[in-house]
């Protein structure tokens, strides 16, 4: 599961093959000890939850890099390594 992306105490991840959220491009925000899987098109949450505040971090940073967290997308579900996504700054 590799992180491809990391800001204010926030991990982003996206796992290889992760088509079990119902083929739904997504992504997994680690916050402490909690974990939101986000849909990458709506940034709303499809499973989980981390603090509101966190949430609207990572949304921001989805609505910034959106194409990237697609072809990220497209890389993963065909076994491929993400590559890395600026933070949010």
């Given at each position: 599961?590799?992180?491809?992306?990391?800001?204010?105490?926030?991990?982003?991840?996206?796992?290889?093959?992760?088509?079990?959220?119902?083929?739904?491009?997504?992504?997994?925000?680690?916050?402490?000890d909690?974990?939101?899987?986000?849909?990458?098109?709506?940034?709303?949450?499809?499973?989980?939850?981390?603090p509101?505040?966190?949430?609207?971090?990572?949304?921001?940073?989805?609505?910034?890099?959106?194409?990237?967290?697609?072809?990220?997308?497209?890389?993963?579900?065909?076994?491929?390594?993400?590559?890395?996504?600026?933070?949010?700054?």
């Open positions: 599961m590799p992180t491809i992306s990391m800001f204010y105490g926030i991990l982003i991840l996206m796992y290889y093959r992760d088509i079990r959220q119902h083929n739904l491009p997504h992504i997994h925000a680690r916050y402490q909690e974990e939101a899987v986000l849909d990458i098109d709506s940034g709303e949450i499809i499973a989980g939850s981390i509101v505040k966190k949430l609207k971090l990572v949304q921001a940073w989805m609505l910034i890099h959106r194409e990237e967290l697609v072809l990220n997308w497209e890389l993963a579900v065909k076994g491929e390594e993400p590559f890395r996504i600026a933070p949010l700054q």
